[in-house]
């Protein structure tokens, strides 16, 4: 029985040893079949790229020998055009050679028949070619201006016109009166004061006349000067908004006024300075730009001039070409000279230009400046764009008064009139000339003297000043003690 069960398990071990290696033979046969078909495919893949090399070699010695033929023939083409201009430029000199000698045959011939040289044929026939072309270039000379000149004159309208357009400003004019609004009717009562010593107070210190009206809830500052106007309305705003009003606070009010012009000067000149879009301009002349604010010229407002000239001026040089900002510049700052003109001998072209060359500008926009009357001879486009610009806003309709301008002229000339007679402290023109104020030393006026110096003051005016109606002086002497107690 053991026997045949060890008989057993070894028949099972050969069978199974005989499978083992049955198996291992197929997968030998395998792997032997796929690396026989891998090779094949390694063999093919490099013949093709064989055949490939080969072929491109082939290629580029084709187009090797293809560039070398198209050298070949290149060098002939050349080789040929230098023989057929060498041909041409022999033929050229041969017909120019053939011409000259029928040219001067011709003219020998012509010579002969006129009797005359050919040297002196050609020079009779170069006087008359000469002569007509002369003419003819005369004509076209004379077209071609009176067409220039049309189309200059109407080109030039057009620019004017368009920037009068683009830059058309209300009209306005400086007033003598200026309305100041009033939060309710009892604050008419607290401006006037018990007995009215509150604006006979406001009146005195300001040469303005304040005029209270019923049924208008808003008072009157009447003064022909535009500084007195300005201070007075500062000081009546501050009072009213403050609400308490008395002699002594109209006197604070107004010394803060005054103390501020310098500042609104400034502010006012910074504001012009945006709205005419220029820039860099040295802080001496803002401040003296912001004087302007208050000058008129024949009842123009002279700031608000130089800002209208200098966007007219750029809209023009814009169309011609010119130099915009330069323009503008210049346009600006040609009338910086009226803020001192009333203080410095010159005119205030000639005034402006020197505070404008002190201030470090260019020559051209200097020279704007000072040419913009013909005072000096302009020497740049800009500086006649500058003339044309100040002429148009100057002479639109509205922009000024001469009657303005004559009626600040004569109050002026009445309170100098006045201040020169002796004792006087200040003379104030007011109620539109028919009333004069005279405040006085009172050191130097006694109470009597007061009366006597109204009365000569008032035969003075007569005889000087040939103005229709009365004038009334007013003759102030006013005597102030102050003390510290402590």
Partial sequence: MLQSTIIVLLLGASLIALLLVMFARREAKAIREAAQRETKDVREDARQRIAEAKHREERALLREKETAEEHRNAQRYARNLEERVAMVAKDEKRVAAEREQQRTAH??????????????????????????????????????????????DERGRKILVDAMQRQAAPTAAEASVTWIDLPSEEMKGRIIGRE??????????????????????????????????????????????????????VEAAYARAVAGAAQRHRDAGLDALEAAKVKGVPQEIVDTLGLLRLRSSYGQNVLAHLVETAQIAADIAVAVGADVETTRRGAF????????????????AAIGAEIAERAGETDTVVNAIAAHHD?????????????????ISASRPGARREDVEHYVERMNHLETFVSEHAGVKKAISMAAGREVRVVVEPDEVDDEGTRELARTIADHISKEFNVPGEIRVTVIRELRADAVAG
């Fill in 375 to 391: 005072e000096v001879e302009p020497a740049s486009i800009e500086a006649i764009i500058v003339q044309v610009a100040d002429a």
């Fill in 107 to 152: 003219v020998e011939a012509i010579a002969s028949l006129a009797g005359t040289t050919a040297e002196e044929a050609k020079a009779e026939l170069v006087a008359r070619l000469t002569g007509g072309a002369r003419a003819d270039a005369a004509a076209e000379v004379r077209r071609i201006e009176k067409v220039a000149k049309r189309d200059a």
């Fill in 196 to 249: 009215g010593r509150n604006i006979r107070a406001f009146e005195a210190l300001t040469g303005v006349n304040v005029i209270v009206e019923e049924g208008v809830n808003a008072v009157q500052l009447s003064c022909f000067d535009v500084e007195r106007r300005e201070i007075a309305e500062v000081t009546l705003a501050a009072l009213v908004e403050d609400g308490r009003i008395q002699p002594q606070r």
């Fill in 333 to 348: 700052l040609h009338d910086l000279g009226k803020a001192y003109s009333h203080e410095r001998e010159g005119t205030h």
